[in-house]
């Protein structure tokens, strides 16, 4: 859901004012991805985007952000109808301004409107940009360009709508889970696309690259969302430590004197031993580790140390606890 919160901020104040220029910006962002490297080769990543990619094989003289109007407007009329004020102004504007920059953007890239209706790569910026040759450098790069636009959209607390408010209105009418139902929507546009590009279904001419374009299809969507969840989460993932020594006493001592960091003691019983001890539970971030690892070998080398990764750590020292309904990558 989207975080309106934000939106209630004083009109006047910087922060504002910067999360709507970032909403813009990512939108353009994600558009110039569309305009320039998903669209002219036919790839359909899901979305409305997608589903206007495959009309527009159809219907050719229909802007493919032209489709996405048709799509959005009724998706967002009916998500305003059934959620109310949990479905943010943000979010709105968004799905409204990047449909219409993408059509402007495609008739000032290519020369005429018999170009604009065909979206020939070697007829973009005069043949400049035609990577026709390489299909798979082209949609990682149209992948990654279009996952940080979202990304930036995303980190603002508000969505491009589309499959979003589907997969929304399947988990509050069909009880299905919203990632999956985003899932479904966007296999069926997928599906759509290898039957009407990849295989000429409808318009009697198979695509270029045919069953193929489907492909890359697939990995421009799982590209974007580790974009988007890279954007939302970061890289660097926190270590989450176990730790079992007879040394507890000067393992405190470096956890909080040198390291700087606090513990928990977990109350545990040795199976072989059956013995009664307290396991240290530790969180470090990734560039911690060896060091504590090498200090915990010259401490007690019999020690017995198990690390696992910590998806996202909340509280003192790392993050801070998100605010309700704040928008996370997975």
């Known amino acids: 859901m989207v975080n309106t919160k ?13 999360s709507w220029i ?28 997608g589903a206007g990619i ?11 952000g032209t489709f996405g109007y048709m799509f959005d407007v009724p998706l967002m009329i009916t998500a305003v109808l059934v959620f109310g004020g949990q479905f943010g102004a943000r979010t709105v504007l ?3 301004y990047t449909p219409g920059f993408m059509n402007i953007l495609t008739r000032l890239v290519y020369p005429n409107e018999e170009a604009v209706h065909s979206l020939d790569p070697a007829l ?70 290898l039957l009407v590009i990849g295989f000429g279904l409808g318009t009697g001419d198979a695509g270029q690259g045919g069953w193929m374009l489907t492909l890359y299809s697939l990995i421009t969507i799982y590209i974007t969302s580790r974009v988007v969840a890279y954007m ?12 079992n020594s007879t ?26 031993s059956g013995r009664d001890n307290d396991m240290i539970f530790l969180v470090v971030s990734r560039k911690e580790v060896h060091h504590v690892l090498g200090k915990i070998r010259d401490i007690d080398p019999r020690a017995f140390s198990v690390v696992t990764d910590a998806y996202d750590t909340y509280g003192e020292g790392f993050k801070p606890f998100p605010d309700k309904g704040t928008i996370h990558a997975e």
């Open 94 to 96: 968004a799905a409204l």
């Open 124 to 193: 973009l910026l005069g043949g400049r940009l035609d990577l026709s040759g390489d299909m798979l450098l082209t949609c990682i790069i149209g992948a990654v360009v279009v996952g940080v636009g979202q990304g930036l959209v995303v980190r603002q607390q508000a969505t491009t709508g589309g499959t979003d408010i589907v997969g929304m209105l399947l988990q509050k009418f069909a009880g299905i889970k919203f990632s999956t139902g985003i899932l479904l929507a966007d296999g069926v546009v997928v599906l759509s696309g």
């Open 22 to 49: 970032l909403i813009f910006v990512g939108c353009s962002i994600m558009g110039a991805g569309f305009v320039f490297f998903i669209n002219p080769y036919n790839f359909v990543p899901g979305g409305v985007y």
């Open 6 to 18: 934000a939106l209630l901020e004083p009109m006047g104040s910087w922060s504002w004012w910067r």
């Open 232 to 243: 939302l989460d970061g890289a660097s993932y926190d270590k989450l430590l176990f730790i």
């Open 247 to 272: 040394r507890q006493e000067e393992l405190r001592r470096f956890i909080i004197e040198d390291l700087d960091r606090s513990a928990t003691y977990i109350k545990a019983t040795g199976m072989y």
């Open 54 to 64: 495959v009309l527009h094989n159809i219907f050719p003289s229909i802007q493919i």
